[in-house]
DNA sequence: TGTATTAATGAAAATGATTTTCATTAACTT
DNA sequence: AAGTTAATGAAAATCATTTTCATTAATACA
């Protein structure tokens, strides 16, 4: 039923059959700065979609990421969290976590040299090992501004 | 009771009372290559002593964590893997996880590219956003050598 | 514009790793 | 050897995520 998304992104044909909480999901993901578990999404749609259930988030956030429109992040928390592919981190960005809150920094600084190192290492491991290499994860772990005040012990 | 491990590592002020489960729990990750859930390291146990809880290899791997004795990885099948801090891996080591049957290997392969690129990006994002780093991860993600030939859709 | 087909949904139950609770045991102090 | 109390183990609890299954509704098409 709902249109706002789903000529945009051209996504009808391998999406199946588009839903209202397809579109309601995809219209959270686009409001936020990104990072969301699937319960923050299911909070966020809440008050406007009650009938959305947290099963339904858990199937849409599942299908996104099969179609490459999202990243999945884990998060030490233990929960993963979800963000949309946009035109200026799809390429390369990594992230900075806050092991006391969980909140997720993006960051692209030294991508040049970051790729250059990726990609000489993947080719070198991939021979050693035999292994065939589909992504990598670079992360910072650690206290963010907020946190390192709140006294300090992890 | 058991003094395989106590002296050795020179622990036994820092952890309190050193008892069997502790000692033959850090047997069996000696003993190992690394990358050992906690329910392998039970499994591992349980003909030897079959007294010793899942429970308390999950409290005892906490506290080696806690010492810095063993570092926790996180794998993508959901459980976490413990491995022994040893001379060789202390410094700087990496990983290499399969996505389909959750193995990883070790390398160390560009250390010093690698160390040089992490303490440029960790000098710049700690001013930048005002966060303390304590750690990092680099890992590449893919299908190791086995599970590529058992065919192939992730 | 109906109507049929069946993919998508939502509620509830199941799963599975990890944590908590609490009564019992045993490591270490004296 | 005895007392103190940290550590243990069994069972229950937690909590994110997945599965089940009956119902709903998006799309194709008459
Ligand atoms: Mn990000
Ligand atoms: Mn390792
Ligand atoms: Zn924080
Ligand atoms: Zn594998």
């Not at 849409?60 to 949309?84: C, N, W």
């Not at 592919?85 to 900075?96: C, D, I, M, P, Q």
Request: charged content about 30%; some cysteine; glycine content about 8%.
């Amino acid at each position: 039923m709902p249109r706002r998304h789903c000529a945009r992104h051209g996504l009808r044909e391998q999406v199946g059959r588009w839903t209202e909480p397809r579109d309601v999901i995809l219209d959270v993901l686009s409001r936020s700065k990104g990072h969301l578990s699937a319960k923050e999404i299911y909070d966020a749609l809440y008050s406007s979609h009650p009938g959305i259930g947290l099963t339904t988030v858990y199937r849409t956030l599942e299908l996104f990421r099969r179609l490459g429109f999202i990243q999945k992040v884990a998060s030490p928390d233990g929960q993963a969290r979800y963000e949309l592919r946009t035109e200026e981190n799809k390429g390369h960005h990594h992230h900075l976590i806050c092991l006391r809150c969980g909140k997720i920094i993006d960051y692209q600084d030294f991508a040049d040299e970051e790729l250059e190192l990726v990609k000489k290492t993947e080719k070198a491991l991939a021979q050693k090992h035999n292994f065939l290499i589909l992504d990598h994860n670079i992360e910072f772990l650690g206290l963010c501004d907020k946190c390192r005040q709140a006294a300090g012990d992890i």
